[in-house]
């Protein structure tokens, strides 16, 4: 039995996508998913916000003609999924069509080793406590603190008139802490998370570290004076930094921007967009990442897609919608928030590959710059390819040496220009989580790189 | 399978008590939601579908669990009464927590619903979308193509009951629709955005959309960064929106009494230039976040938040309004069944000034007229309300609007801007950015802008 099966009998799902086809169209799809969930969070050392979540339903698409139809129900009573079809098909007026009979598509879910449902909520709050200690314990500056843990199971089923039939059991769990030091006056945040496609095991080991760099970063930036204003070289921290990666390249690199015209990269498939010192990969395969799955939400198992080799563009990445318009295969990125959404070309965990240089020294060749560590997030308009980042945590570097750290830094810039102005890449390499969102959907993503440099860009502060 | 309806509300709140809770809400929507996506003269994709949910807070002396779900079978309803009752027990004890003591009278309010919407057949939607498409290529000949044109429409049923009398429901609808719009600029691409919203289609002009975006892709053209500065700001409405949408953020009770607000302990005090007045509507039929009752059952209202720069009061839910031994605003919000009830804002107001675009920016003098913003929610510290976004526009010169300006940054702390506002516009639109805002354009006497 596939690990969709239990969700969605293969004879329920021949008859939703007969019903799917009755008035005609080259492709239908039922998606059925099952999710369960558990918040809670600690604040003013006190745990509160406990909530627990269980929804199910289906979604079901026809492709016709260049057009999606699409209709979702909640639940997964066979009459609600066959409801579900005669709305997506409504609209269409044509012969019936036929699919093709289901053959199972064995794809292993990702292993977990201890499911969270299986240990007490207690132990859950338990670790919020030990969070909210460890990193109080930093210092009387810390006035505030806020931790929060998420587990979620996501089972899903796939059946397409192609004759797909396949299924994944999906386990994430993230913790995240905020911190907030006061000094006077001054306040300052400081955040940090840890997450995985794992289960609890995640946190077996010293999860307590990321409070206590939490509270390290917004007491850090307590003695922060205001960000420079102009353009410098910039060197950037490796996880969380890879973030700059994903949004400057990984989003203009998905298939629905690019075939719309609406992305800097269209075009530009074998050409040089970076420094021969520079790969990257978009690797849905990632053992235990964040944006890890076993296949991806239209069954196609998730890959490692190399999208730049030695500085050239090699690959964009497609659903299978965007794959079919230009006759290419699927790189297993078409991704849902659920089923109550369709799936688009969305990144999984996207990195820049470790290179060779060492970062000190790629740090010690800057006379006068910026080191950005980590960034709160980011933003980017493919069709331009204009894109902003929120510094986190960010110092001067000054004659070589990483000196004063800096509040309020952004940088901003445009993506080919940043890109091909990467002039170093760091051999040391981790990757972090993030939610990314687009279209209105927010799906879990990892980023990563080591450090790098970026000869010239625009950091933007307060201090002219 | 039952509707939504007081009595689903009414008999999940039941179940939670039976399950050991010693009180408990119940919040159950359900809504069709339609959307339409064009490109080059067709539909690109249209979904039709109807979710519901049902959210369940309980509380135990003082613990407080919530639990969501979609089943609505009796049996169900019970399983997810039954989990939040579970939820609660692993809560610290909160001393404020508890149902509104006493909801009051949830008054009439009309024109929450347009019937439209659901008399608009899939046809009609279809034809708005291609139609808006149309007016951002027909602007000028430079708009290569829409990105996407899209229109949205839902008509939603809410129902709200608890164990302390809290009861009420209430139907209403929303739709929207924008285009992304892309100008060929020589050696790069330029987007623009345009978007109207209303409570049914009859509210959405997609001509004066379309076109919005077509203007605003096609003045981008030929942009460059500015020099680095401090200089006169006037902020387009959509940006303002985002800014005062922070605002609210800030004055919601929770982030005060934490100490995780920058106007936290600053009722009474100057926050703001005396040209500025803000208040939280929930009464506004015109704004998306009106409603008769908030997520608790307790009324809406109308508040007065900052008056002639002077601030006035933070909004309340029932457990901050306790804390702070204050009367709640009716500003408990859910953003659906599945967000747990937090105090927010309802619709937030800027009340209109004197000046004529055209006058705001004669007013201005030397400056820049931004735009648009990005990366809000990474540039912006709520705690400190310190900030630094990325932001494109045009330059202001001799009073007038000169070049286009991209990739450059503007800075400053919330506060310090709400300080330095020289003139409010007086033509006010409703922006679905930062909330549900209604604002015009904000003349800010200095900021500091980060370019070359």
Redo the contacts between chains.
């Keep these: 039995m596939t690990a969709g099966e239990a969700l969605l009998d293969p004879g329920v799902a021949e008859r939703v996508l007969a019903r799917a086809l009755a008035s005609g169209g080259e492709f239908a799809e039922v998606f059925a998913e099952r999710r369960r969930g558990?918040t809670?969070a600690i604040?003013?050392s006190?745990?509160?916000?406990?909530?627990?979540?269980?929804?199910?339903?289906a979604g079901v698409r026809v492709l016709s003609g260049?057009?999606?139809?699409?209709?979702?129900?909640?639940?997964l009573e066979p009459a609600e999924l066959e409801r579900?079809a005669a709305?997506a098909a409504?609209?269409l007026g044509a012969e019936r069509a036929e699919p093709r009979p289901l053959r199972a598509n064995a794809t292993d879910p990702l292993p977990v080793e201890q499911r969270p449902e299986a240990v007490t909520?207690?132990r859950?709050?338990e670790l919020l406590r030990e969070l909210d200690e460890r990193g109080r314990a930093e210092g009387g500056e810390i006035?505030?603190l806020q931790a929060s843990y998420a587990e979620g199971r996501r089972e899903v089923a796939i059946a397409n008139s192609d004759g797909l039939l396949g299924g994944d059991d999906r386990t994430r769990v993230r913790i995240g802490v905020q911190a907030?030091a006061?000094r006077g006056e001054?306040?300052?945040?400081g955040a940090e998370t840890l997450g995985g496609h794992r289960g609890f095991e995640l946190l077996e080991e010293e999860p307590e570290a990321i409070a206590t760099a939490a509270a390290r970063k917004a007491l850090t930036l307590l003695d922060a004076s205001p960000?420079p204003?102009?353009?410098m070289p910039v060197v950037v921290g490796g996880g969380f930094g890879g973030v700059l990666f994903h949004e400057m390249t990984g989003h203009g690199l998905e298939a629905d921007?690019v075939q719309?015209?609406?992305s800097?990269y269209a075009g530009k498939l074998g050409e040089a967009v970076a420094q021969p010192l520079l790969s990257a990969y978009d690797d849905g395969r990632m053992p235990g990442e964040w944006g890890s799955d076993g296949i991806d939400d239209e069954g196609v198992p998730t890959q490692k897609t190399q999208v730049i080799a030695g500085g050239r563009l090699t690959s964009f990445l497609y659903d299978g919608l965007t794959a079919r318009r230009e006759g290419v295969a699927s790189t297993g990125n078409g991704r849902r928030e659920s089923f109550?959404h369709?799936p688009i070309p969305r990144m999984t965990n996207t990195y820049i590959a470790p290179g060779e240089a060492e970062p000190e020294a790629m740090i010690a060749e800057v006379k006068k710059g910026f080191y950005a560590v980590s960034?709160?997030?980011?933003?980017v308009?493919p069709?331009?390819?204009?894109?902003?980042?929120?510094v986190?945590e960010g110092y001067l570097i000054e004659d070589g040496r990483v000196t004063a750290p800096c509040?309020?830094?952004?940088l901003?810039?445009?993506c080919l220009e940043a890109l091909a102005a990467i002039d170093a890449v760091g051999d040391d390499f981790w990757m972090k989580t993030g939610m990314c969102g687009k279209g209105g959907q927010k799906v879990p993503v990892g980023t990563g790189q080591g450090h790098i440099r970026i000869a010239a860009m625009?950091?933007?502060?307060?201090e002219? | 399978?039952s509707a939504v309806d007081l009595d689903l509300a009414q008999g999940a709140v039941g179940a939670a008590i039976d399950a050991g809770a010693g009180d408990a809400e119940a919040y159950a929507s359900e809504a069709a939601r339609r959307e339409v996506r064009a490109?080059g003269g067709?539909?690109?994709?249209?979904?039709?579908?109807?979710?519901?949910?049902i959210g369940v807070r309980a509380w135990i002396d003082g613990q407080?669990?919530?639990?969501?779900?979609?089943?609505f079978t009796p049996a169900g309803v019970a399983?997810?009464a039954a989990?939040?009752v579970?939820?609660?027990?692993?809560?610290?004890r909160?001393q404020y927590a508890g149902p509104p003591a006493e909801p009051g009278e949830a008054p009439a309010l009309a024109g929450l619903r347009d019937p439209s919407v659901a008399e608009l057949t899939?046809e009609g939607a279809a034809e708005l979308a291609v139609a808006v498409e149309r007016a951002a290529l027909g602007f000028d000949r430079r708009v290569?193509?829409v990105?996407q044109a899209v229109y949205v429409d839902s008509d939603e049923r809410v129902a709200i009951a608890s164990s302390s009398g809290a009861r009420g429901e209430f139907a209403d609808s929303s739709c929207y629709a924008y285009a992304?719009a892309?100008a060929d600029g020589e050696s790069?691409?330029?987007?623009g955005l345009g978007f109207g919203l209303g409570r049914g289609p009859a509210g959405l002009d997609p001509a004066a959309i379309g076109r919005e975006a077509g203007e605003r892709a096609t003045e981008m053209i030929g942009s460059r960064?500015p020099p680095?500065?401090?200089c006169p700001v006037v902020l387009d409405p959509t940006v303002a929106a985002s800014f005062v949408g922070l605002i609210g953020g800030a004055l919601g009770a929770n982030a005060v009494q934490?100490?995780?607000s920058?106007l936290a302990g600053m009722v009474g005090e100057p926050v703001a230039s005396e040209a500025f007045a803000l208040r939280d509507d929930g009464l506004e039929p015109e704004g998306f976040a009106a409603a008769p009752i908030d997520a608790e059952g307790v009324p809406r209202r109308r508040t007065p938040l900052i008056e002639e720069g002077r601030l006035l009061t933070y909004l309340y839910d029932t457990s901050t309004a306790r804390r702070g031994g204050a009367e709640s605003t009716g500003n408990a919000g859910r953003s659906s069944y599945?967000g747990?009830p937090a105090v927010s804002a309802s619709n937030l107001i800027v009340s209109p000034g004197q000046l004529g675009f055209a006058d705001l920016l004669r007013e201005a003098g030397d400056g820049v007229f931004v735009t648009d913003v990005?990366?809000l929610?990474?540039?912006?510290?709520p705690?400190?309300g310190?900030?630094?976004?990325?932001a494109?526009g045009r330059a202001i010169r001799d009073g007038a609007l000169a070049e286009p300006l991209?990739?450059?940054?503007i800075?400053?702390d919330l506060v310090a801007m709400l300080k330095a506002i020289r003139a409010v516009g007086a033509s006010p639109r409703w922006v679905p950015f930062g909330g549900s805002v209604s604002v015009p354009p904000l003349l800010i006497g200095e900021m500091?802008i980060?370019?070359?």
Excluded: W
Excluded at chain 1, 383 to 390: K, L, P, R, S, Y
Excluded at chain 1, 407 to 410: D, E, F, I, K, V
Excluded at chain 2, 188 to 191: A, F, K, L, N, V
Excluded at chain 2, 386 to 390: A, C, E, K, P
């Design positions: 558990l809670m604040d003013e006190r745990i509160e916000s406990v909530q627990s979540g269980a929804e199910e339903g260049g057009t999606t139809y699409f209709a979702h129900v909640d639940g579900a709305e409504a609209a909520a207690e859950k709050a006035v505030q907030v006061r001054r306040v300052e945040t960000a204003a102009g353009s921007h719309k015209g609406a800097v109550r369709l960034f709160g997030g980011g933003q308009d069709a331009t390819g204009d894109f902003v980042f929120g986190s509040r309020g830094a952004t901003i810039g445009n625009t950091v933007g502060g307060t002219l | 399978v490109h067709t539909v690109e994709s249209l979904s039709a579908a109807t979710q519901r949910g407080v669990g919530c639990a969501f779900g979609t089943d399983a997810i989990r939040a579970e939820a609660a027990r692993v809560a610290d909160d899939t290569l193509a990105e992304q892309l790069s691409r330029e987007t960064k680095s500065r401090a934490r100490g995780r920058p599945r747990p990005a990366g929610h990474a540039g912006v510290n705690v400190s310190v900030f630094s976004v990325g494109s991209r990739e450059f940054t800075a400053s500091a980060g370019g070359s």
